[in-house]
Structures are given as C-alpha cells and as structure tokens.
C-alpha cells in the first residue's frame, strides 16, 4: 500500500466507523429534533468517508470505495479507538462527539492547506460541516453540565471513562512526519494545545471538571483495535461479504 | 324563567347550526379551513386521530427502516436509506405540528400513541428480514402513501392539506429509490432475485391493506367524506395503487402474489383476490408480528431521553433567569 493511500485511510475511517455509531441512534434519540440531528451528522460523517475514500481507490487502482469499506478486515481499519466505542447514553455519545469534533475541525482546518488538491478540497468542504457538529455537540455539553444534577453526574462520567482515548488524536509515527515534510498531511502533535483552549473552555462554561491527561490507549495507526470494531465490521460488512458476487 | 332558558338555548342552537352551514358552503366551495376558523367538534376529533395517526406512522415506519441502516451493502445504499430515514422523522415533525394547531400537545399524542389510544399504519408491524425489504418497502409502502397522500393534498384543512403537498414530493423519491433497489436485486444474481421476490411476497398483501378496510366496512368514511377531509375511498385508492403497481412488477420480472389478479377490460383496471382481513383486524388490534416491539421500542427511546429533556429545560430556565 502506498503511504498516501494509507495516511487517507486513517482519515477516511474514522470518519466512516464515527458514522456507523451515529447512526446505530436512528429512531432512538431523546426527541425527534435530536434523532434528525444525529442522522444528519451521521450522514456528513459518510460523506466525508465516501470522498475519502473514493480518492484512496483512485491512487490504487483495484479497488473502490465500497471495496475499500466493505472487504477490509479489522486489522486493516486505521480509525481513531475513540470512533468505535459504544454510544451508550446519550451524554456518553455527546462527550465522544465533542472530543472528536473539537479535534476534527483543527485538523481539517490544517488539512485544508495541503498541498494535496484534492484532500485539500475535502477538507475544505468538510469545515463548514464540522462547525456546526462542533456547534451541536458543544451546546449539548453545556446543557447537560449545567443542566440537572442527574445530567451532570452523567456527562462527567462520560468524560471520565473517554478521556483515555484522546490520546490518538495526536500521535504522530513515521508516515504521518513524511507525509508532514511532504506538505501533504498535518502535524497533529501541534494542534493538542489548541484543542486544550476549546476543550477547557467549553468544560468551563458547562462546569465540569477536565479529566486528567493520565494513562492513554494507542494503536489504531497499526490496526491495533478495541474488540467493538470486529463487531461493527461483522454487521457492516455483512451483506457484501455473504455475497461477493452480487452488485447493489 | 323556564322560557328564558328555553329561548336561550333555542338561540344558541341556531346559532350554532349557522356556524355549521357557513362551515359546510366553505367546505363545498372547496376553500381551506384554517385553525382559527369555527369548525366543528366532530370535524376537529377526526382531523386529530387521522393527522396523529398519520405523523405516529412516519416516526414508527423509522424502525424497520432503521433496523437495516447498519447493514446497508454499499455506502451509496447506506446514504440514500439514512437520509429517507430522517426524513420520514421529519415528516413526523412536520405532522405533529399540524396537528398543534387543532388544539393538542405533542406529549399528548405521544402518551395517546403509547396509551395504545391512537394507531398507526399497520405495515410498520411486518418485520424486515433482509436488504430487499428495503426495496419493497420503498416502492409498495411509500408507493402507497404517496395514493393516499395525493388525494389528500386537497384535503379540506389547510395546514394538512399543505403538508402533504410538501411531503409528496419526498415520498416520490422514496418510492423511485425503493424501485430501484428492487429493480437491481430482481435483475442481479440468482439469490437477489429470490430475496426481492420473497420481499414482494411478503409486503404486497400487507400493503394493500394500508389503505383500510373496505368501503363497506368503513363506518368513519361518512362525514370524512362530508367534510372533504377524505377525498377518495378506501377502495378506490387501493384500486388506483394497485392499476399503477402491476405494470411496475411486470417490468422488472417479478410476480405479484395473487393467483387472481387479471385486467378487466371492462372496468379498465385490474381485478384481485380476496383481502384477507382476519389477518387485517388482528394486526390492527395489536396481534402483528412486531406490534409490541415497535411500541416497546418507541417507550424505551423516550423513557432514556427523559433526563435529557429535562436537563435541557433546566439549563433554558437558568439562561433565562441569567439575561
Ligand atoms: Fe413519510
Ligand atoms: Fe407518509
Ligand atoms: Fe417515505
């Protein structure tokens, strides 16, 4: 596998495994209003992955991009550990989609001056998609911080137990500083104290407690995954897998 | 003083059965009744069951939609599926305002719905067991609404009559989408074609039952009728989905279960079997497949949000209190 086709893939699956979690909320959500929110940023998530992925097929030649989601196995998905933890309740979904979310934006932001035109312009769309994620993920952390005692035991609990999966967002091996002197990818390590200004920030109005940067999970650049992405992938891949020869 | 009362009430009789007759000539002269129009009683209960019954059908129909969004085969499949979804949620929205401006709350109509109080289409109880239901569900059940739902664009209460102009246009492509899922499965390989043909076996009777029981059977369709809320019968909608539909089936190769379905050229439509409606008024009252399920389903989600809401109202409060 070429470096760029890999160093898309990681971008491309987060977006995508993100996606499947959002939409697992589908007619579960806590009001209409929020089960439409949470298809819509389900639906720009798959979005995101379809073009990435699409680009990742054009530099390889063979595959597609439904080839490339639904035929790769768990060691082969590069997606960020976060993506594929549970929804659980809905506050535990809103501080996975706000950590993620804060994340996403600086990194496109940077992404979108690649000297890559076409992961440039993918960047470039996907900003003005993120805001308003953010927008909604960082709203709900305030209600629910600053919302009941019941919301905010719950919400901070969350922050707690995903904490140890933030790490990943700024790792950096060695693909990521060649695609960085390529000035094709981006120095995730630099974005970490930005993002510490809009997380503590937004923790501070909702009156929740940072959680302590202590013990963090690693290994998705090598495909090093929690056991729920095998699971994710046997229901998502299932159809195509089953049957190989059939077009839909 | 026994006259008095009696010449009162006399008064307010006829007043009242004025009020009725400038209802009924606006009716006739098909102009829209609007919520701050006098309307009566009867005409207000009826709007609020169909409309209730309408927008809890939208929100209900996510969950065997739903339930194969995780397991759409292509990522174009998966987009298509999870935006008719939220769609129909919007629907939903969309109806339970209308149905507002007759004077209820949406909690209302949500405690009516898991009250087992107020219904909703009784398709939504079949279960959905493979991809190619999602074919079949697109192209008969959406292709069903959408009978029902034209002639209700005429319907005589403006703000339902408005929604379903908007609605329409989306359940179209529902359908289109639907049509097309079946219409790739029935010319792929030999196991897709055997899945689209078993979803059409298993939707078809299920979906022509969606348009009610027969006209004969129908004690509602009366004033509905009247009132210009109902434009068309039970069985003339059923007639015109089935004349469009069979055409539709042929022409992608697959058979409509119903041995005695043959065109009349005499009536210029097509002749069908006997409905069977044993298994039509046991699913209505709660003996379908999945009648529990979705209801429980519905309670569960609302039940786990409720310290949600309650978490957003608090902090709303507090802004307020703040400014
Ligand atoms: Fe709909
Ligand atoms: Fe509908
Ligand atoms: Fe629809």
């Known amino acids: 596998?070429?470096?760029?086709?890999?160093?898309?893939?990681?971008?491309?699956?987060?977006?995508?495994?993100?996606?499947?979690r959002l939409s697992e909320w589908c007619s579960k959500g806590p009001s209409l209003e929020e089960d439409i929110a949470l298809s819509n940023i389900s639906l720009d998530l798959l979005g995101q992955a379809n073009s990435l992925l699409e680009y990742c097929g054009k530099i390889n030649g063979t595959k597609t991009a439904d080839d490339l989601a639904f035929k790769r196995g768990e060691r082969e998905f590069f997606n960020f550990q976060i993506c594929e933890q549970e929804n659980g309740h809905f506050g535990d979904t809103i501080a996975r989609q706000f950590l993620f979310d804060s994340f996403t934006l600086l990194f496109f932001k940077k992404l979108s001056e690649s000297k890559d035109e076409i992961l440039s312009a993918i960047a470039l769309k996907s900003i003005k998609e993120i805001n308003y994620h953010l927008r909604h993920s960082s709203n709900w952390v305030l209600r629910l911080g600053d919302g009941t005692a019941t919301s905010k035991e719950k919400i901070q609990n969350s922050f707690n137990k995903i904490w140890k999966y933030t790490g990943e967002f700024f790792e950096m091996d060695q693909l990521d500083l060649k695609m960085l002197d390529l000035k094709i990818g981006v120095n995730n390590n630099q974005l970490k104290k930005e993002w510490d200004i809009i997380v503590n920030d937004t923790l501070k109005k909702a009156k929740l407690n940072r959680p302590e940067d202590g013990f963090m999970m690693t290994g998705s650049k090598n495909g090093i995954h929690t056991e729920l992405l095998g699971k994710i992938l046997s229901e998502m891949q299932y159809i195509p897998r089953a049957y190989p020869d059939a077009k839909w | 003083m026994k006259n008095d009362i009696f010449s009162i009430n006399l008064q307010k009789h006829n007043y009242l059965n004025m009020q009725e007759e400038i209802f009924q000539d606006k009716i006739n002269a098909e102009k829209k009744i609007e919520p701050k129009d006098w309307m009566p009683d009867g005409y207000r209960s009826h709007l609020i069951r169909q409309i209730s019954q309408h927008a809890h059908s939208e929100i209900i129909g996510m969950q065997p939609e739903g339930n194969w969004i995780t397991r759409a085969p292509s990522l174009r499949a998966k987009m298509i599926l999870l935006a008719k979804v939220q769609d129909e949620a919007g629907h939903g929205l969309y109806l339970y305002s209308a149905c507002e401006t007759l004077g209820v709350t949406r909690d209302e109509l949500n405690k009516q719905l898991h009250e087992g109080k107020a219904k909703?289409?009784?398709?939504?109880?079949?279960?959905?067991?493979?991809?190619?239901?999602?074919?079949?569900?697109?192209?008969?059940?959406?292709?069903?609404?959408?009978?029902?739902?034209?002639?209700?664009?005429?319907?005589?209460?403006?703000?339902?009559?408005?929604?379903?102009?908007?609605?329409?246009k989306e359940e179209s492509f529902h359908q289109r989408q639907g049509y097309e899922i079946m219409a790739h499965m029935a010319n792929g390989t030999k196991e897709q074609k055997e899945m689209a043909q078993d979803a059409l076996n298993r939707f078809w009777w299920p979906s022509i039952m969606m348009f009610g029981p027969q006209d004969s059977d129908s004690p509602r369709t009366g004033n509905a009728m009247k009132w210009k809320i109902k434009r068309k019968t039970n069985d003339e909608l059923r007639q015109n989905f089935i004349d469009k539909t069979v055409a539709q089936a042929e022409l992608i190769g697959l058979k409509i279960p119903d041995p005695d379905l043959k065109w009349n050229e005499e009536r210029g439509s097509y002749d069908f079997g006997e409905i069977d409606w044993e298994e039509f008024w046991n699913v209505v009252n709660g003996n379908g497949p999945c009648n529990e399920q979705r209801l429980e389903h519905h309670k569960k989600a609302h039940t786990e949000g409720e310290w949600v809401r309650e978490a957003a109202k608090a902090y709303a409060k507090k802004q307020t209190h703040n400014e």
């Open chain 2, 120 to 168: 909703y289409s009784s398709i939504f109880n079949y279960p959905t067991l493979s991809w190619a239901d999602m074919g079949a569900i697109g192209w008969l059940v959406d292709g069903a609404a959408i009978v029902n739902q034209v002639s209700l664009q005429k319907t005589s209460y403006g703000p339902y009559s408005r929604g379903m102009i908007k609605i329409c």
């Open chain 1, 1 to 20: 596998m070429q470096d760029l086709e890999k160093y898309i893939l990681r971008i491309a699956d987060s977006s995508l495994i993100l996606s499947h």
